[in-house]
């Protein structure tokens, strides 16, 4: 059974930092973008961040470039989330999210991503 597993949320003050981590387990996906999505109550899940199955490219939303960075691990089958300079509009369910497919490149498509974490809550206080 294939299972995405995030960490790290919580509640942190207006310009503060957390560290999302998501472990898959049950299948690799070393071959494969993966990426991090959030999602407001009554909102439509949005892109975040995603990162290609090399490291070799990334992506950002506007609204985190230059705050949030991307990055993963291979050998443990992790993709990690560094939010910097928080602010109360990142209040949000995080989702990790994986693509089953080999590609070379990520997308922000939510469509394209077959497998999903169950969520972590990030508040932040203004």
């Known amino acids: 059974q294939v299972q995405l597993v995030e960490s790290g949320g919580g509640l942190v003050q207006a310009g503060g930092s957390l560290r999302l981590s998501c472990a898959a387990s049950g299948r690799t996906f070393n071959s494969s973008p993966m990426g991090w999505f959030r999602q407001t109550p009554g909102k439509e899940r949005e892109f975040v961040a995603a990162?290609?199955?090399?490291?070799?490219?990334?992506g950002y939303a506007d609204s985190v470039k230059g705050r949030f960075t991307i990055s993963r691990d291979n050998a443990k089958n992790t993709v990690y989330l560094q939010m910097n300079s928080l602010k109360p509009e990142d209040s949000a369910v995080y989702y990790c999210?994986?693509?089953?497919?080999?590609?070379?490149?990520?997308?922000?498509?939510?469509?394209?991503?077959?497998?999903w974490g169950q969520g972590t809550q990030v508040t932040v206080s203004s």
């Open positions: 999210a994986a693509d089953s497919r080999w590609r070379s490149t990520w997308s922000s498509n939510v469509y394209e991503y077959d497998y």
């Open positions: 990162i290609n199955w090399n490291s070799g490219s990334t």
